[in-house]
C-alpha cells in the first residue's frame, strides 16, 4: 500500500488552459508532490480513463501516491491507489468494499460532525476545508478556518489534510495546527511554473518550526 502523501497536488484543466492534467501531474511530481489526486468533475468516461491511466505510470515511476477524485470506477479501471469521495459522493463504506483494504480512501470534511463520519466510515484519510476562501470550487461549505482545523486534528485520529486556499504565505500557519499535509489546486495549477511552485510549497512544508 503506497503512502497517504503530505503533499497532495490535485490537477485541473477548467481554472487555466496551459497545462493538461498529464502535464500538470508530471511538473507537480518533479517540484516534490508526493500525492497527485485527478479530479475532472465533467467529460467521457472513456477520456478519464485514458488519463488516469497516463498519471498512474506516472505516479508509479516515480513512487508518488495516486488518487481518483470521486470516480471509484476509474480508480479501478485505471489501477490507482485509491479514491478522494465527498460528503455527497460513492460512499466510502462501499468504495472500500470494491477497492478492498490495501486502496487509499480519503474523505472530505468541513466541520467536525463531517470528519466524524468520515473516520466511522473508514476513511483512511480526511480533507478538511475550506480553510481559507477559494475560487476554486463552488458549493464549498463555510470557511472553517485555523481553529477549526486544529480542533479536528486534535480530535479525529486520521490524517488531516488541510485544503481550501492555501498557498505559499499562509502554509507556515496551516502547519502550526499540526495538520498532517496540505492540498493544492491553484497555487500550483495557476502559476507560470507549476514545478517551481511545487517546489516553493514543498519547501515551506518541510521547514523547521520557528517558535
Ligand atoms: N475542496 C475544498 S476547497 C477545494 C476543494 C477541492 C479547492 C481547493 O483549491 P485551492 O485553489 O487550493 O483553493
Ligand atoms: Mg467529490
Redesign the pocket.
Known sequence: MKKIGKFHV?TDIDLQNCFSHIELAELAISGGADTIQFRQKTGETIQMIRIADQIQALCERAGVTFIINDRVDVAIASHADGVHLGQNDFPISLARKLLGEGAIIGG?AGNIEEARKCLLDGADYI?F??IYP?A??EN?GPVAGLDLLKQVVEEVPLPIIA????NKDNIPLVRETGVYGIA????VCCEKDPAEAAKCLRHLLEAKQHD
Open positions: 490535485l472530505s480533507g476545508g475550506p477559494t476554486s470550487k464549498t485544503i481550501g486556499g492555501i493544492v489546486i491553484s497555487a
